[in-house]
């Protein structure tokens, strides 16, 4: 009987102590790194006529602690491109923007392809990066009738 215990005790510790090898492999880095970013939620084509209100999505990837200003650019409606700037507010992931289209830029009868394109966007003096993805462009493609 001493023989079955002694036996069942040291493949018992055998067993144990082999678990406690390390490997170089088992070591996992989980930390987000990341950098926040700001970018559109949908980059599908809007049709709108010229004056009307469109509206856009910006999001990030999380929530910060201060508001961040995003700047956007119309171009290709006209000789000069509109500019303008959407807040996210602090403590939100994305922000709904109304954009007023101009007006007087498009003849009857007639189209005008545009682009609405994010520029920058800035959370007190640090610039964040645009786009979840280095380099990239969000941009969404307008089509302005009369």
Do not use: H
């Not at 055998?14 to 996992?28: A, E, H, L, P, Q």
Request: proline share 5%.
């Amino acid at each position: 009987m001493k023989n079955i215990c002694l036996l069942i005790s040291t493949c018992f510790i055998i067993t144990f102590s082999s678990c406690k090898k390390s490997y170089v492999g088992d070591t996992y880095d989980f930390t987000n790194t990341l950098a926040p970013y700001v970018e559109l939620a949908s980059k599908a084509r809007i049709k709108a006529a010229q004056g009307s209100v469109i509206k856009i999505t910006v999001q990030m990837k999380t929530a910060l602690t201060e508001d961040v200003s995003v700047n956007y650019s119309i171009t290709g409606a006209g000789s000069a491109p509109i500019n303008g700037t959407v807040v996210v507010l602090r403590n939100t992931v994305k922000t709904i923007a109304p954009i007023t289209l101009p007006t007087g830029i498009v003849a009857p009868g007639s189209t005008v392809a545009a682009k609405l394109i994010l520029t920058g966007a800035i959370k007190g003096s640090d610039v964040l990066r645009i786009g979840s993805i280095v380099p990239t462009t969000e941009v969404i493609n307008l089509t302005i009738t009369p």
